[in-house]
């Protein structure tokens, strides 16, 4: 028999049947459930023909659903007093405290979570989760969490990891999608994406390097100290360039929805009477939204 603590998975989607894979290669007997039947095939684990039998068999219940009300609905019947309830799914952060209260309603402990690698890199080198919510109850069961990644505890407040979760997804799809569009505006020229990738590559690295230098360090130190020097890089000056990006795509043909949005975060910005600040200004516009 297995020393490692037992666990159930509910939901076997693509993130939730690699989490069971990863549990049973670590050691941990594994329990399954899916809203559709049939998911478990091809999998080691035990699985439970309802979500009442599946969370009876393990304290710790790892959910993996589309949503929060999806793990309401799927666990509606089931007895949870005394289950620790680790909720990876995505939802908003209001929404997730909610679950963390109804969840104690029922004598269960809510654990909030996301896991910030695809299916594929689950429990691989540098997959890492943040979580939220009482830190001794994480800790209890912070072995056999370590199956899936790195565990990074953010805070007591359930909202606090989907919060971490979206920044960096925010971070992720804007990076990228901007990305996209230099290469959609370079490719209009007959220029290969292959051609500019170079270029990109070397200014992330340069903006991510450590360092006193480094431009992300730089402006993370300006946001939190509220002070946004501009100098000769002034928003004015970036202000006119944003406009000049907005025509280039139009003179392109290309779709104008990003960088007119862009610019118009600039136009704000300079309105509000940051045209000597410096480029972390424009967290203040983010702060205040537009009427």
């Known amino acids: 028999m297995s020393s490692r603590e037992a666990v159930t998975v509910i939901g076997l989607g693509a993130m939730g049947s690699t989490m069971a894979e ?4 670590a050691g941990h007997p594994t329990t399954v459930w899916n809203r ?6 091809g999998l080691a684990a035990t699985e439970a023909a309802t979500a009442a039998d599946a969370v009876a068999a393990s304290t710790l219940v790892v959910v993996s659903q589309v949503d929060y009300p999806a793990m309401e609905e799927s666990l509606a019947s ?3 007093s005394g289950r620790v309830v680790v909720n990876l799914s995505s ?5 997730l405290r909610a679950g963390s209260e109804w969840a104690a309603e029922r004598g269960a402990t809510l654990i909030t979570g996301g896991i910030m690698v695809p299916p594929p890199g689950i429990g691989k080198p ?3 989760a943040f979580y939220a919510g009482p830190h001794d109850v994480l800790e209890t069961h912070q072995g056999a969490l370590s199956a899936l990644g790195r565990v990074d505890y953010v805070g007591n407040d ?3 990891a989907m919060l971490y979760y979206q920044a960096m997804l925010n971070v992720f799809w804007t990076t ?3 990305y996209f569009h230099s290469v959609a505006l370079v490719g209009t020229a007959g220029i290969k994406a292959e051609d500019l990738r170079p270029y990109v590559a070397t200014m992330l690295t340069d903006l991510t390097e450590d360092g006193p230098m480094g431009f992300l360090q730089l402006l993370t130190a300006a946001v939190d100290a509220g002070v946004y020097p501009g100098g000769q890089n002034n928003l004015q000056m970036q202000a006119i360039g944003s406009e000049h990006v907005v025509e280039a795509f139009e003179q392109a043909g290309l779709d104008t929805g990003l960088p007119r949005a862009l610019a118009t975060l600039f136009a704000r910005a300079v309105a509000a009477g940051h045209s000597a600040d410096g480029l972390a200004s424009l967290v203040e516009m983010v702060r ?4």
């Open 22 to 25: 990863v549990f049973l290669a």
């Open 78 to 80: 089931a007895d949870l």
């Open 36 to 41: 559709t039947p049939g998911k478990a095939a």
């Open 91 to 95: 939802d908003s952060p209001d929404r």
């Open 176 to 178: 990228l999608v901007s």
């Open 158 to 160: 359930p909202g606090l």
């Open 288 to 291: 205040t939204p537009a009427a």
């Open 126 to 128: 540098g997959a890492y």
